[in-house]
Every structure is written in structure tokens, then in C-alpha cells.
């Protein structure tokens, strides 16, 4: 069976077997040589048969078709008999869902078709998570965990998965270039992306192991992860202390996180960043309340603070490791170095010991270098003060003053140095060139 085109009508092409008789042959070309049985009794596991599997068929490319239709707890891959896989549902309605929506589709379009029964077996025996095999209730609610070997470094495969109903296949254009990880899901809720206007991708999710339970909310993780993308969603488990879900708008902005943000420490932790197996995060209704009394689940679509949600700001910002040199902008035109200090006091987190601003190229904001001990105070100088709020009394509504790591490893002033007017001028053409380089938009709202 096949989808016909967008009528959303399927078209037998066969018998009830999906047998295709051609060249004295009984079976499709790669489908295993069975005896007819009785129909097995509707079961949790379902046994999916790869007619023609022109394309590897992994565990990731049998979650990411099943997950929109239940709660998807185990997969097992095997090759004995042509390629099968058993996958184990949560209920035997989740498992009856996906067997009535996939039974007869391609996962790629024109091959790899799904012949879909119910298994026998009552549960599924997973020894090892990869390629090939993956027990989902690992992590907590099968929401977490690194993705299997390989899959962050290979990120050319085939084609994006056919979609059933509209006879496309989906996904950014050049599909399996830089900076893909896995492939799209066949189905989808509707949340927005990274351009804020279709659905979410798959590998845009990531697991935060490592904060301080006690100081972190989801705002203060938002602060530091829009540094490398827009956030969609957070969600911290309740069943692990310190750990938190991020939805990012792509898989590329996960892996900008992963890549500059895994190993670094704060404080007295050190942060582990990793990819999530969960194509994205469902709503929560009644999040639980975070030490601070803040909700452990919040949603950013939307957000003005996010820094890439048009062509030309994406332009503009310029993607940094983490540097013990920050570059503040956004702030009041004439904002002393006592007001910039107190923002950090108010927040409790150790303020800059070197401020250096650049000079003024207009009446609307100011914007500048500050420098920290080490890395681990810019980043939680960071997560505490990134898009805090400065009064000035000449503007109607409040400066949001907006941080980011800047490419300068020093600002050149030591500790409780006070530039003097020479060193002042000549650092402030260095750091105008720097913010030039930046080029971030230093408008305020």
C-alpha cells in the first residue's frame, strides 16, 4: 500500500499481503520469505518489516516515525530475515495508532515501505543503547541520554523522511549538510522553530546536566543558551536535581550549545550538554516550583530577547566560547561603571573588575567591554544579569542590558587599575573596532 499523493487516500498496489507479483516473483524486493499466519492479537510491540531499504535504517529513523504516535519505550533492529525492527509502545493503543497510520507508507520517498503486524513477544530485551537497539526508559521518561555512537559525527545520510499525506519529503534545503544531525520527523506538532514559523526539528533538543539546583531557573539557562540560538522551551526534572530539558529552534543551535558550553564549570559545578533522544518538549500545565519559587517549565516562543529570530540579526551576532571578557550593550548613553557594578551586586554574583566603555555612536545606548576574574564568573554574570533592566530617567521604558562573550580574551587594565586618558583613548579605538567586529544591534526597547 502507498499514500496517493495529498488525498490522503491510500492506493492498493497488491493484495491484502502488499505481495507484488512482477517477474514470477511472490514477494517486493527485500521483504523476508514468510508463511502466511492468522493475524497476530493486538499487542504493545509491533513488528515493522523495510520493503526495499534502500537507506540505513537505524533506531533514530524508527523513533523519529513512531514517537507521534505514542510513547515509544524500547527498539530492537535486526537483519536475520531482510530488515525488521520490533519497537515496544507504551500501550496497545499507541502501538495500534502507529501500526493504522504507518502500515503500507514509505519512510523515504519511492523505498524503505513499512509492512506493519503486531508481535508476539510481551516485552523487548535491550542490552546495549545503539544503532541498533535503544531502551527509551533509561533516562527519565526516555526523554534524555546521548544519542547513539556516531550519530553527531555523521551528519550526511539520505534523504529527509517522505511524508504520507502530501508525497514531499521535508526538511531544510541541501538535506545532509553541515550541521545535520538526524533526520526529520515524518510528523509533527505545531511548534515553531528557529525562524519561529514551522515546526521544530528533530535533534533540537538537548539534556543540561550540572546546575545549581538552588540558584538556576529557566530564565537564567534562557540568558546563557540564546547566546547560541533561539530557545524555545525549557523544562527541568523533577527526578533529576540540577538537570533541565532545552528546546532550541534547530538542531544546529543544540549543537553550537554542545560544542561550546559542555565542560565548563560555574561555580562549584561543571556543565554537561549533550542531545536529547525527544524530538521536543510538550507543554506543561503544572509545572513544579523551582527552590526560587519560579516554574520549572516556561515557554520562550516569541521571546524578544532571543537574538535570532530574523535574517539580519542572525547576521549580527557573532557565535563566541565562553570568554572571561563580556561585551555589554543596550545600556543608557551615559551609564556610569557604579550603576553597571550595582546590577551585579543585585543579582548576587561577582561584578566585573574591569570596565571599559567604547565610544558613544549615538544619543540611544552605550555598550562596552567588562572583564571577570575567570570563566566561570562571566557565566554566571551571564545567566544572573543578561537582559536585566537599567532605569534612566530621560527614557519611557526601562534599558534591557544584553551580555555576550566577546572575542577578546583581556580588556589590558589589571585589577583596580584606573585607565588613564591616553590608555582610556586607545583602548576604546581597539574595543570600537571589537564592537564593530561584534557587530551586535545596540538598539534598546
Request: aromatic letters at 8%.
Amino acid at each position: 500500500m502507498a499514500y496517493n499523493g495529498g488525498s490522503g487516500k491510500r492506493l492498493c498496489l497488491g493484495t491484502d499481503l502488499d505481495v507484488e507479483r512482477s517477474n514470477g516473483n511472490n514477494y517486493m524486493s527485500g521483504e523476508p520469505r514468510r508463511k502466511r499466519e492468522m493475524p497476530a492479537r493486538p499487542n504493545h510491540i509491533l513488528l515493522y518489516t523495510i520493503i526495499n531499504p534502500a537507506y540505513p535504517i537505524t533506531v533514530d529513523v524508527i523513533h523519529t516515525i513512531s514517537t507521534p504516535h505514542g510513547q515509544v519505550q524500547r527498539i530492537v533492529v535486526f537483519k536475520k530475515n531482510g530488515v525488521q525492527a520490533m519497537v515496544e509502545f507504551e500501550s496497545i493503543e499507541s502501538a495500534t495508532r502507529a501500526k493504522e497510520a504507518l502500515h503500507g507508507c514509505d519512510i523515504y520517498s519511492g523505498c524503505c515501505t513499512l509492512k506493519i503486524e503486531f508481535a508476539k513477544p510481551e516485552r523487548l530485551n535491550v542490552f546495549k543503547n545503539d544503532q541498533d537497539s535503544w531502551d527509551y526508559t533509561y533516562m527519565d521518561f526516555g526523554s534524555g541520554g546521548p544519542p547513539p555512537p556516531g550519530m553527531m559525527k555523521d551528519r550526511h545520510g539520505p534523504p529527509p523522511p517522505h511524508h504520507p499525506r502530501d508525497g514531499r519529503g521535508y526538511g531544510p534545503e541541501g538535506y545532509g549538510g553541515e550541521g545535520f544531525v538526524p533526520p526529520p520527523p515524518m510528523h509533527h506538532p505545531p511548534m515553531p522553530p528557529q525562524n519561529q514559523g514551522g515546526p521544530p526539528q528533530q535533534g533540537a533538543v538537548m539534556m543540561v546536566y550540572g546546575l545549581d539546583p538552588n540558584t538556576v531557573n529557566a530564565d537564567r539557562l534562557f540568558n546563557l543558551c540564546c547566546l547560541y540560538g533561539n530557545v524555545v522551551r525549557i523544562k527541568f526534572l523533577k527526578t533529576k536535581e540540577g538537570t533541565a530539558m532545552v528546546q532550541m529552534g534547530d538542531g544546529v543551535s543544540v549543537e553550537r550549545c554542545v560544542q561550546n558550553l559542555n565542560n565548563v564549570t560555574v561555580g562549584d559545578y561543571t556543565l554537561t550538554l549533550a542531545f536529547s533522544k525527544q524530538a521536543y518538549l510538550s507543554e506543561v500545565m503544572n509545572p513544579y516550583p523551582l527552590p526560587d519559587k519560579s516554574p520549572s517549565f516556561k515557554d520562550y516562543v516569541g521571546n524578544k530577547n532571543n537574538r535570532f529570530l530574523t535574517p539580519a540579526s542572525i547576521h549580527k551576532n557573532r557565535i563566541q566560547p565562553p570568554s572571561k571578557v563580556l561585551h555589554f550593550f543596550n545600556t543608557p548613553p551615559d551609564v556610569s561603571d557604579e550603576q553597571l557594578l550595582q546590577v551585579f551586586q543585585d543579582y548576587g554574583v561577582t561584578p566585573p573588575h574591569t570596565i571599559s566603555k567604547f565610544p558613544l555612536k549615538s544619543e540611544r545606548s552605550s555598550s562596552g567591554l567588562m572583564e571577570f576574574q575567570n570563566i566561570s564568573q562571566s557565566v554566571m554574570a551571564i545567566m544572573a544579569c543578561n537582559h536585566a533592566t537599567i532605569q534612566h530617567p530621560g527614557a519611557k521604558f526601562p534599558f534591557v542590558m544584553k551580555l555576550c562573550f566577546s572575542s577578546s580574551r583581556q580588556i589590558g587594565q589589571g585589577k583596580g587599575q584606573t585607565p588613564t586618558k591616553n590608555q582610556n583613548h586607545s583602548q576604546n579605538q581597539d574595543n570600537n573596532r571589537q564592537g564593530h567586529d561584534n557587530g551586535i544591534d545596540q538598539d534598546y526597547y
